[in-house]
């Protein structure tokens, strides 16, 4: 039985991968160097410090442990001047309908996401009472692929793994799922997420009926 269901936020609740972007792309100008949309895609799911690893490795890079510090601290304080405009209006399409849905299910609900500004991020949007657990980047020691984000979930709403499904748009996010003994839902493309369960384009197409359908 589906006890629960554990939320990536960026890509499956809301898009801030635009503003990462924007915030990477001016990190690297400054420096000297470019970074492209395509590159960005490297990024999604990833932590700030891996993020900013990738991006130095792009540009040919390197610095210091402390240097990198201080980079990812600028790159931060402007993707907050971003983050901090965003309103409801920023909610992907079918978010607050599905979660109302299972609330009436009486199904509980969890965030499970890679951002060290999740909060911050709900608050904006006015999601935060909707969620029962909020496990984010200031919670966890390991990066997804790893489960330990999902599995703080889980725990956190007292229910099993196998009672829980995952909706998430990176391939490492679903690695987590399955590493955690949990269904998973994938958000976007079915070529680049083929190890989950099944593919939406969005939370505009689930409906509890499919939801039911994950349960053995
Ligand atoms: C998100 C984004 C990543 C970002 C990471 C850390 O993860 O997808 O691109 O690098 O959070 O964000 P911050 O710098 O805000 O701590 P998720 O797991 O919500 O998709
Ligand atoms: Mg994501």
Redo the contacts with the bound molecule.
């Keep these: 039985k589906i006890k629960a269901c554990l939320f990536?936020?960026?890509?499956?609740i809301v898009d801030?991968?635009k503003y990462?972007y924007i915030a990477w792309k001016e990190l690297a100008n400054q420096m000297g160097f470019d970074f492209t949309l395509e590159d960005n895609e490297r990024?999604?799911?990833?932590?700030?410090m891996?993020?900013l690893d990738i991006l130095l490795s792009i540009g040919n890079v390197e610095k210091s442990e402390e240097e990198k510090l201080e980079l990812?601290t600028k790159?931060?304080e402007n993707?907050l001047s971003y983050i901090l405009k965003m309103g409801p209006e920023e909610i992907l399409p079918g978010t607050k309908e599905f979660l109302e849905s299972l609330n009436k299910e009486g199904i509980k609900i969890a965030l499970?996401?890679?951002?060290?500004?999740?909060m911050t991020i709900l608050d904006r949007l006015e999601l935060t009472s909707y969620f029962e657990a909020i496990i984010?980047?200031t919670k966890v020691s390991k990066a997804?692929p790893d489960p330990e984000?999902f599995l703080k979930g889980a725990e956190a709403l007292n229910v099993s793994p196998d009672e829980c499904v995952v909706f998430?748009?990176?391939e490492a996010?679903i690695e987590a799922a399955i590493a955690g003994g949990m269904k998973c839902v994938g958000i976007g493309s079915p070529d680049i997420l083929k190890k989950a369960n099944f593919v939406v384009d969005g939370l505009h197409k689930m409906n509890i009926t499919m939801l039911k359908s994950l349960s053995s």
């Design positions: 990536d936020l960026d890509g499956v801030t991968a990462h990024l999604k799911g990833v932590s700030r891996t993020s990812a790159k931060n993707y499970g996401s890679a951002s060290k500004n999740a984010d980047g997804k984000v998430e748009d990176a996010g």
